[in-house]
């Protein structure tokens, strides 16, 4: 017979105002427990306990509850979003993913390496000589867009508008209704009507990019609609633009309280892999993920009445002694425990531009090393606050010697 999961004694973890007080509590709650109860909800702190949920079928997305829940969104708002692959469910989800996956590869993403390091060391050329440099915001935040661009097919000469509209598309998760909706509606028919052009393009002049190999998807005689294709093209940009500037922020902000490991990753470049997945592991942007339990759910003798919601916390279970030794050493060169951080998720939703990601930032790390060495802070970084569901800097200042 399972306990309602509302009768149990668990540890509390609020949301908290500072990012290291909020980890520090998640950790320590972990200790006791594989759950905690919180403001809204539940968080799932362990790795097996959270890798479960996650490929849980009968918990699905949270995410349509982003905008649902807002008290800020009109009906009218709530009434345009369409569905994502990010929130779609069972055999709708499972259909979505079997059509894209395979324009998801890692050979797309390599094509796309030497675009990175054009992009990435023209950024690096504006301020090379100085020696300073705001790393979030000279690096990190322009990089994303051109690379997703490219990857698109999007001409050169839009990049600029692209950036605007990705930019506004990604205020819904901001939580200030009031204030963004006209801006978020505008970009969101302006993305629109220029992806639909974009891919009537397309279908007549087939090219090498993502939108071509989108439209070609054919499983079993199915292929994807036009408005799914619009769907993907918004998917893609709300996954994969905040989420990669975040995570390049966090992984030099670690990195620069390692001068040693910065040099090694300048010297020698084949470690970026190693260096993506330890900084990721130890300081990952998405910190935890949204569930909600779509139907009475019975897990380690806890019963979750349908409509519960659970956050599995991807940076406790990244930190969890069973999986990982000594798991808050930072260790990129020596650490194989076998089994794979969780930052990019688990289960059927795992993220589809995790080879893109991975790319993007193992093409960035060795550069920005070598060509910013010595690298060290010249004032306090900023960060976004530490409920973001994508967390990361908004402002890392540093110096470096100038090259
Ligand atoms: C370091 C960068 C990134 C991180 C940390 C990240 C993290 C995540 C996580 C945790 C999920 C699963 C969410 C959940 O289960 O609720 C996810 C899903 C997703 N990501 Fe990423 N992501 C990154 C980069 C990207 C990029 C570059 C793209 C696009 C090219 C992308 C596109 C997506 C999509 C479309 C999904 C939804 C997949 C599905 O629901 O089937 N992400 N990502």
Request: with cysteine.
């Amino acid at each position: 017979m399972s306990t309602p999961v509302g009768e149990l004694d668990l540890p509390f973890v609020g949301f908290g105002d500072d990012r290291n007080e909020r980890l520090v509590a998640t950790l320590r709650a972990a200790e006791q427990s594989w759950l905690a109860r919180g403001e809204i909800g539940y968080t799932v702190l362990r790795y097996d306990d959270v890798v479960a949920v996650l490929r849980d079928k009968r918990w699905h997305s949270a995410v349509p509850l982003v905008v649902e829940m807002s008290a800020e969104a009109t009906p009218e708002f709530k009434m345009r979003r369409r569905e994502s692959i990010l929130s779609a469910e069972g055999d709708t989800h499972v259909r979505l993913r079997r059509l894209v996956a395979p324009a998801f590869s890692p050979r797309r993403a390599d094509k796309l390496r030497p675009a990175m390091r054009e992009v990435v060391n023209g950024l690096v050329d504006r301020v090379a000589s100085s020696g300073t440099a705001d790393i979030a915001a000279d690096v990190c935040e322009p990089y994303p867009i051109p690379i997703i661009c490219e990857l698109l097919g999007a001409p050169k000469a839009d990049w600029e508008l692209f950036s605007r509209w990705a930019t506004d598309v990604l205020r819904v998760f901001d939580n200030n209704f009031k204030v963004d909706m006209p801006a978020i509606i505008a970009a969101q028919d302006g993305l629109d009507l220029y992806t639909r052009n974009l891919i009537a393009d397309r279908r007549s002049k087939p090219r090498d990019d993502l939108l071509t190999d989108l439209i070609a998807m054919e499983e079993a005689g199915d292929r994807l609609t036009t408005e799914e294709l619009v769907m993907m093209v918004e998917a893609v940009i709300v996954g994969g633009t905040d989420t990669t500037r975040n995570q390049l922020g966090l992984a030099v902000d670690m990195l620069i309280d390692h001068p040693d490991k910065w040099g090694l990753l300048a010297d020698d470049p084949t470690t970026a892999p190693r260096f993506v997945e330890e900084t990721m592991r130890l300081n990952g942007a998405v910190r935890a993920t949204g569930r909600v339990a779509s139907c009475d759910i019975e897990y380690r003798g806890v019963l979750f009445p349908a409509g519960s919601i659970v956050f599995p916390a991807l940076a406790s279970a990244n930190r969890d002694a069973s999986v990982f030794t000594d798991p808050n050493h930072f260790d990129p060169t020596n650490r194989d425990s076998g089994q794979p951080q969780l930052t990019f998720g688990s289960g059927i939703h795992y993220c589809l531009g995790a080879a893109l990601a991975r790319a993007e930032l193992q093409e960035a790390l060795p550069l920005l090393a070598r060509r910013m060495p010595n690298i060290r802070r010249t004032a306090e970084p900023r960060y976004k606050i530490a409920t973001a569901g994508v967390f990361g800097p908004t402002s890392l200042p540093v110096g470096f010697d100038p090259t």
